[in-house]
């Protein structure tokens, strides 16, 4: 079945430390992102790639980094300059902007 | 930046009624989307409606679009415990293919 893999589903991190989320789809989709959703809120968009070796800064990049090397995966890491890391991270992707988006089940990241 | 907002913020009604939830919006948009998210899970596509269509149905769910008004709304005819989830629209930002998304509608549904 296609689809969209986030992992771990849940990841804890200390203060100072790098974790990185993966984020897999077999959609061949071209274009994919990320979002962070803090509790009862809506979606903030972090980074998006819309091509392999390419992507571009959303509202709230800060802290955080992405690649895109290979079409089916776009890792994301939160840095430690990342102050206030702890949320629910959701990755996605879609075939054109024109289309609708398919998420993974996302991953909720808590600092220790 | 966000773009929609969601109205109401919450929701809650019996099984069987309609729920309706809007969503308005800021600029120009090519198309406007409805997700649903289950709480701690992804978000699952329900619907999209083009900014040259007014209205677009898909089984029990209604979506009218006002481009005037820069508005849409969601109805959810005869409502079960199910669809208790938190709504969400989206909306494209010009070209870029980024979807914006607004607060969200949290919808209760008691049996």
């Known amino acids: 079945d296609g689809g969209i893999t986030q992992s771990p589903k849940y990841l804890f991190r200390k203060e100072g430390q790098n974790v990185t989320l993966s984020c897999e789809q077999n959609?061949?989709?071209?274009?994919m992102y990320w979002y962070r959703q803090d509790p009862g809120q809506g979606l903030r968009l972090i980074y998006y790639?819309?091509?392999?070796?390419?992507?571009q800064k959303g509202d709230i990049a800060e802290g955080y980094s992405v690649s895109r090397e290979k079409k089916e995966s776009f890792p994301l890491t939160v840095t430690s300059a990342q102050k206030n890391p702890t949320a629910f991270y959701l990755c996605?992707?879609?075939?054109?902007?024109?289309?609708?988006?398919?998420f993974g089940s996302g991953t909720r990241l808590t600092v220790v | 930046s966000q773009q929609g907002e969601e109205d109401p913020q919450a929701l809650s009604i019996q099984e069987g009624e309609n729920a309706t939830m809007n969503c308005s919006y800021k600029?120009?948009?090519?198309?406007l989307q409805w997700y649903r998210q289950n709480s701690g899970r992804g978000l699952v596509h329900l619907i999209l409606?083009?900014?040259?269509?007014r209205e677009k149905h898909s089984g029990r769910l209604r979506v009218t679009l006002d481009t005037s008004k820069k508005s849409s709304s969601l109805l959810i005819t005869a409502s079960r415990a199910a669809d208790t989830a938190s709504y969400f629209c989206?909306?494209?930002?010009?070209?870029?293919?980024?979807?914006?998304f607004g607060q969200g509608t949290t919808l209760q549904v008691k049996p």
């Open positions: 959609l061949n989709h071209d274009a």
């Open positions: 600029t120009s948009i090519n198309n």
């Open positions: 996605a992707s879609s075939l054109t902007p024109l289309y609708g988006y398919t």
């Open positions: 989206a909306t494209d930002a010009g070209n870029t293919g980024k979807l914006i």
């Open positions: 409606i083009r900014s040259n269509e």
């Open positions: 790639s819309q091509i392999v070796n390419d992507f």
